[in-house]
């Protein structure tokens, strides 16, 4: 899964045909606007869950970790293992 961490007006693109844009709204929440053919479906997921189908295994449970938290967190992890073994 790729995650983007993206400013205000920020765009992407998948494929040739689809742009995925990002405006931050007030309260913390997002609009998103997705130019597509179309001929692919756009469906939220709430709407699909309310009609029965299981959300992704793939999405993500909580916000991911910023590059520097997950270095640091690499490093704690090499100190806890390295103490570990001077244990054993």
């Known amino acids: ?14 494929g040739e045909n689809v742009t ?15 130019d597509a053919p179309r001929e692919i479906p756009i469906v939220r997921g709430a709407v699909l869950e309310r009609d029965g ?4 295994e793939h999405l993500l449970a909580k916000k991911p970790k910023s590059p520097s ?14 103490r570990k073994a001077e244990a054993e």
């Open 1 to 14: 899964m790729l995650t983007l961490r993206m400013d205000s007006g920020d765009y992407f693109k998948i």
């Open 20 to 34: 995925v844009q990002v405006f931050r709204d007030s309260g913390g929440k997002f609009i998103v606007s997705v």
């Open 53 to 56: 189908a299981q959300k992704p």
């Open 69 to 82: 938290d997950r270095i640091h967190n690499a490093k704690q992890l090499e100190k806890h293992l390295a």
